[in-house]
C-alpha cells in the first residue's frame, strides 16, 4: 500500500494499516539549513525541508501550517487579504510548491487557526459571538485560499482555552461554515486542540489529532491521528495496544509522533516509523 493510499484510507475511516502522520514542520529548518523563522520567510526553503523531513522519516502527508500565530499576524496586517500578507501569503506560496509535486505521491495537509482561538486573539474581550463575526470574513478568506491548493485534510488549530466548555451553538455554526467550505473542494476537515477536546466532536469535524498519547481514542470521530512517544520501544507498545483495542465502528487510527522539536532524535523517529509500517491491519 502506498503513503498516499494509507493517508486516504484514514481520511475514510478505514480501519486499515495505520498512517503515519507526523508534525515534521520543527525539523524541516535542520534539514533546509537554516533557522524556522528564515525558513517560514522563504517558501522555497519551506517546501524543501518539509518534503526532505518526510522522505527521511517515510511520512505518509506533508503537513505545514502548524503555527496558530501565522494566522494571528496575518490578519493582524489585513483583515481583507491575510491570506496575501505576512506568514499566510508564504503560508500560501509554501502549499503550491509542495502540493502541486508531492499530492502523487504523499497525502497533503494544511492547517490554520481555529475560529475560536482566532476570535479571541483578534476580538478579545468581546462576547463570542461578537468575536466571531470579527473574524468571519477573513477566516473564510483563508479557508478558501487554502482549499484551493486541494490539500487532503484543512486543519483547524485551538488553543489551550478554546474548550474551557463545551463548543456553544454559535461555535458550531462557525465550524459548519468553514466545513463546508472545506467539503466543496472534496477536502477532509481536521481539529488539533491543545488541552482537551472534550465536547468536540460536536463540531463534526473528520479526523481529531489528539494532544495526549494516555488517553483511549474518543468515539464521534472518523479518524484520529495518535501522539506516539519518541521512545521506539514504548511507541510500538503503545501503538500495538491501541490497534487492538479497536472496536468495530470505532474511529480509525493514525500516528503522529508527540512533542518534535528542532533536536528530536532522527533515528529513533525513523525506528517508529518502521514499526508502524509493519503494524498490520
Known amino acids: 500500500m502506498t503513503a498516499r493510499a494509507r493517508l486516504e484510507k484514514l481520511l475514510r475511516?478505514?480501519?486499515?494499516?495505520?498512517?503515519?502522520?507526523?508534525?515534521?514542520?520543527?525539523?524541516?529548518?535542520?534539514?533546509?539549513?537554516?533557522?524556522?523563522?528564515?525558513?517560514?520567510?522563504n517558501a522555497a526553503l519551506w517546501s524543501s525541508g518539509v518534503q526532505q523531513?518526510?522522505?527521511?522519516?517515510?511520512?505518509?502527508a506533508v503537513a505545514i501550517g502548524f503555527n496558530g500565530t501565522f494566522s494571528v499576524i496575518s490578519c493582524g496586517d489585513s483583515m481583507d487579504e491575510p491570506d496575501a500578507r505576512g506568514p499566510m501569503a508564504v503560508l500560501m506560496d509554501t502549499a503550491e510548491r509542495l502540493f502541486n509535486?508531492?499530492?502523487?505521491?504523499?497525502?497533503?495537509?494544511?492547517?490554520?487557526?481555529?475560529?475560536?482561538?482566532?476570535?479571541?486573539?483578534?476580538?478579545?474581550?468581546?462576547?463570542?459571538?461578537?468575536?466571531l463575526a470579527v473574524i468571519k470574513a477573513p477566516m473564510t478568506r483563508l479557508v478558501e485560499a487554502a482549499c484551493r491548493h486541494r490539500p487532503d485534510m484543512l486543519v483547524f488549530m485551538e488553543g489551550p482555552n478554546a474548550f474551557i466548555q463545551p463548543p456553544s451553538p454559535d461555535l458550531r455554526r462557525a465550524y459548519g461554515t468553514y466545513r463546508k467550505i472545506a467539503g466543496y473542494y472534496g477536502i477532509a476537515s481536521g481539529l488539533q486542540v491543545d488541552g482537551g477536546h472534550d465536547g468536540t466532536a460536536t463540531l463534526n469535524c473528520d479526523v481529531l489529532f489528539m494532544d495526549q498519547a494516555d488517553q483511549a481514542?474518543?468515539?464521534?470521530?472518523r479518524a484520529v491521528v495518535v501522539p506516539l512517544p519518541q521512545q521506539p520501544d514504548a511507541a510500538k507498545a503503545m501503538a500495538e495496544r491501541l490497534l487492538a483495542a479497536r472496536k468495530p465502528g470505532s474511529p480509525a487510527i493514525g500516528f503522529g509522533i508527540g512533542g518534535v522539536t528542532d533536536t528530536a532524535n532522527l533515528e529513533n523517529l525513523r525506528t517508529i516509523q518502521t514499526t508502524i509500517a509493519a503494524l498490520g491491519a
Open 53 to 60: 523531513v518526510a522522505k527521511l522519516l517515510g511520512a505518509d
Open 217 to 221: 481514542p474518543p468515539e464521534g470521530w
Open 101 to 131: 509535486t508531492q499530492r502523487g505521491s504523499l497525502g497533503c495537509i494544511i492547517a490554520l487557526c481555529g475560529p475560536a482561538t482566532l476570535a479571541a486573539e483578534l476580538a478579545p474581550g468581546r462576547p463570542e459571538k461578537e468575536a
Open 13 to 41: 475511516g478505514e480501519q486499515s494499516k495505520p498512517a503515519f502522520v507526523p508534525m515534521i514542520e520543527p525539523l524541516a529548518p535542520r534539514l533546509a539549513g537554516c533557522s524556522y523563522p528564515d525558513m517560514t520567510r
